[in-house]
Structure formats: C-alpha cells, structure tokens
Nanobody
C-alpha cells in the first residue's frame, strides 16, 4: 500500500514557525485534493487545511490566518507553513491525498510528523 511521506516536524516555542512538507511516492500517478490533518493527544483527528488541484484552499477555523497550505502538482508535494504557533497546535500532523495508484482512487495517508509547541 502506498503511503505519503511527511517531514519538517519538531519542537518550537510558542509564537514561532514551522514548515511541514509531504511527498507522494512514485506509485501515485495522479492526485486530486491534498491536505493536512492534526491529532492532538487524546483527541480525534481534525482538518487543518486542504488544497485542490487548481489551488483552491480550505482551512480549519483554528488555523485560519496563521497557516498556509500550498502544493506543487509537478512534484506531487504539499506543504504547510505554520506561523504564530500555539501550544494547542501540538500533536501529530498527517498528510492526506485523494490519489490514484495501482488500486485506483483512494484516500492515502502518511505516517505523521510530530509538532510540539512549548509555552
């Protein structure tokens, strides 16, 4: 089963910035929507941001005005620029894509990358 690959997580102080990146492997030949989801400790996974093939974006209320999602269709990558980070942003960030592979269209996930924001 194909899996997206995230990078860029880490430890940052409140008010700081981080950029997450996600790349699709060669087994994925086409992608519709791509995006990021956040799972805080003990909580359900929630939408952070999505971006369509033509660049239309959608953000969760909690991150509007602070995070920016972007993608490179040619490279099959999606990034998340996170500014003004808060302790509540701590958690695992998962990349997801509505992607076409050998099994057809499916929702493909990454393993996640940890972000920790200290107060």
């Amino acid at each position: 089963q194909v899996q997206l690959v995230e990078s860029g997580g880490g430890l940052v102080q409140a008010g700081g910035s981080l950029t997450l990146s996600c790349a699709a492997p060669e087994g994925i030949s086409d992608i519709r929507d791509m995006g990021w989801y956040h799972q805080a400790p003990g909580k359900q996974r929630e939408l952070v941001a999505t971006v369509t093939r033509i660049g239309t974006t959608n953000y969760g209320d909690r991150v509007k005005g602070r995070f920016t999602v972007s993608r490179d269709n040619a490279k099959k990558t999606v990034s998340l620029q996170m500014n003004s980070l808060k302790p509540d942003d701590t958690g695992v960030y998962y990349c997801a894509a509505d992607a076409f592979s050998a099994i057809g269209w499916s929702l493909v996930w990454g393993r996640g990358t940890q972000v920790t924001v200290s107060s």
